[in-house]
């Protein structure tokens, strides 16, 4: 029985050498959501059902990994052949949450289904990284193409930051830089996107006084420790007391009282307050193990379209965690982004899980083997 | 260079930047997790802890019969701070409130405050609990008042009290005369509170004891008290 296992697993590893890469990589993605579901519950632990959210969080997890092996099991050649009515799906639904959209903390960014909260800008994600993809591969890169991709992400952009969600438009915008620059594009074209980012910036900045509030608060927290200089504060309060190894769970008063909701934007400050330096720095390993390991992965998958859209995915994966992380740690003013697969959320969550499933499946020597012959083939 | 060439170096590029940003938000959470924490924690206690004094019962005041001529009795009001200054909020939240204590007829007692409910009885706490968590205008606040027997003559006796912070004080008579044996000695405690101000459950500590306020009792009895006042 024993030996029948083994042999299955090694046939199945050999058929790839990117599989072991890849079940690492899933392995190490269930951790990180375990993880999740542990900040979770602590953030809540003194209030009056702290199995409430982590209990959900758990259900997320558990159908994000099945809906990470069913989109790993679709061949690639499925999702690049239908990038564009994929894409247009997303797209119409970025539309009309503006105009059916719930709005929470400010933001018309949730469609409110019978009590479940649906965030398309989560499930979005995955699908305009496939359509820059297949748009700037079904074209020679020269100024030309850019100025066509960069209306295309600045198109999809326009929706989210109308939200308005502007940590999402910059998780995007970098994701567009990311692909672009991978598709081979010149330097100085997206030296054209960094210039255009200056009067941007400086519009949004005169448009929200709440984002200027907020960075003024990053540059100068003591100036109004009560006001615009709260939240950079309480993440120092929270990494200061959680110290080497962290408080005891139940003690947890800063992930319970003080840090802007601790269980989806500061959940990062929240494991540093529970379990210290200690606890909190394997997350930061974790995902730059998953990093490296999808880079390694990228490198064997095959053709141009298929490491383009692994290592865009990717990008946006790192740059979201790393730009929360950031935030948590006082390093970046504050953006209301959440850390994927370890902040509460269940479009967080499941988009998570989908990029992935569809990065191994765009990895899979098996479906890259076949490519040339799928559309003969029957899904 | 060929595609796949270019591709490499480039995803390394992309890796490294990636990997470098990592360090350097692991280089910050060090600051504040290790190197600056003593300063951060300081910083916080000060926002968040808060230390206070309290007295226990003030002593009672008996004739030389055994007769208890003066007492304290400790009332809960319900006040409500105006923060928002929303009107359909304010009465929303009365509305609240008098489904919990039928008859309560919120007073404005300043610009800002309005008394909503003057000594109400301890059992319909718990029940406002709920209220008080989701609506941080409303505030609890305990009051003591000094109670004497009816009789003109010994209230002018035993004189009168004032209360600071729910502290009463003797400022006249038998109460000033033996204010240092009927107060006691203050407690005094640490508590940790939310953003709003109110207490995070199981973060009290009392940091001394505090001594309960003796009784007094008089050579007089409550007759001869009266008597003297008849006599002058």
């Known amino acids: ?379 | 260079m060929d595609d796949n060439r270019i591709f490499q170096k480039r995803a390394l590029a992309i890796l490294i930047i990636l990997v470098l940003w990592a360090a350097a938000a692991a280089g910050a959470f060090l600051h504040y997790a290790l190197l600056k924490r003593d300063k951060y924690i300081r910083l916080g206690n000060r926002i968040a802890f808060r230390r206070g004094t309290f007295f226990l019962s003030r002593g009672k005041v008996i004739d030389c019969n055994g007769i208890v001529l003066a007492w304290t009795e400790k009332y809960y009001d319900l006040l409500y701070f105006d923060l928002s200054g929303s009107e359909a909020r304010r009465q929303k939240i009365f509305n609240y409130i008098n489904e919990i204590m039928p008859g309560s007829l919120p007073e404005q007692t300043s610009e800002n405050v309005w008394l909503v409910y003057l000594g109400m009885p301890p059992r319909v706490i718990p029940r406002l609990v709920p209220l008080l968590s989701r609506y941080h205008e409303l505030k609890i606040t305990p009051r003591h008042e000094r109670c004497i027997v009816a009789y003109p003559e010994v209230k002018k006796y035993i004189g009168q009290v004032k209360e600071t912070d729910g502290h009463l004080t003797g400022i006249s008579g038998i109460e000033k005369k033996y204010d240092h044996i009927l107060n006691g000695a203050a407690g005094e405690y640490t508590v940790m509170l939310d953003r709003h101000k109110n207490w995070i459950k199981g973060s009290w500590k009392l940091t001394r004891k505090a001594v309960p306020g003796k009784n007094v009792k008089l050579k007089l009895s409550l007759e001869e008290i009266r008597g003297m006042s008849h006599e002058k």
Not at chain 1, 12 to 21: C, N, T
Not at chain 1, 257 to 271: E, K, N
Not at chain 1, 357 to 369: P, V
């Open chain 1, 1 to 379: 029985m024993k030996n029948s296992y083994r042999k299955s697993l090694k046939s199945m590893i050999s058929r790839s050498p990117a599989m072991h890469k890849i079940m690492i990589c899933q392995a190490l993605i269930f951790v990180l959501g375990l993880w999740g579901c542990m900040a979770i519950y602590c953030s809540d632990v003194l209030g009056k059902s702290p199995l409430h959210y982590a209990g959900k969080q758990l259900l997320w997890l558990t159908l994000g990994m099945a809906l990470m092996f069913i989109a790993q099991r679709i061949p690639f050649g499925f999702y690049r052949d239908n990038a564009y009515w994929l894409a247009g799906a997303a797209y119409i639904m970025l539309l009309s949450v503006l105009i059916l959209g719930t709005k929470i903390n400010g933001m018309r960014g949730w469609f409110s289904i019978g009590g479940a909260y649906i965030q398309p800008s989560e499930f979005a994600k995955p699908l305009f990284i496939l359509l820059l993809c297949k748009v700037g591969c079904a074209r020679k890169i020269n100024f030309k193409s850019f100025i066509f991709l960069a209306l295309v992400a600045a198109a999809w952009m326009i929706p989210i930051m109308l939200q308005p969600d502007i940590g999402t438009a910059i998780v995007f915008s970098l994701g567009f830089i990311v692909v672009y620059w991978m598709l081979g594009g010149k330097g100085w074209h997206l030296m054209l996107v960094l210039l255009a980012a200056v009067p941007t910036g400086a519009f949004i900045l005169w448009r929200c006084p709440y984002i200027m509030n907020r960075v003024i608060g990053f540059l100068n927290p003591e100036l109004d420790p009560m006001g615009n200089g709260w939240h950079v504060r309480q993440f120092q309060f929270a990494l200061a007391r959680g110290g080497m190894f962290g408080v005891k769970m139940g003690k947890a008063a800063w992930a319970n009282s003080y840090l802007p909701l601790a269980h989806s934007d500061s959940v990062f400050a929240t494991i540093a307050e529970v379990l210290g330096f200690a606890g909190a720095m394997p997350v930061i390993l974790l995902i730059i193990g998953i990093t490296v390991l999808v880079y390694r992965i990228s490198l064997k998958a095959g053709n141009n379209f298929r490491q383009v859209y692994i290592m865009g995915m990717l990008a946006v994966f790192a740059i979201q965690a790393l730009i929360h992380i950031s935030v948590n740690v006082a390093l970046l003013p504050p953006t209301g982004l959440t850390l994927p697969l370890l902040s509460y959320g269940g479009s967080s969550m499941l988009s998570t899980f989908i990029g992935f499933g569809i990065i191994f499946s765009a990895a899979s020597r098996k479906f890259t083997e076949n490519e040339e012959t799928y559309g003969s083939q029957k899904l």
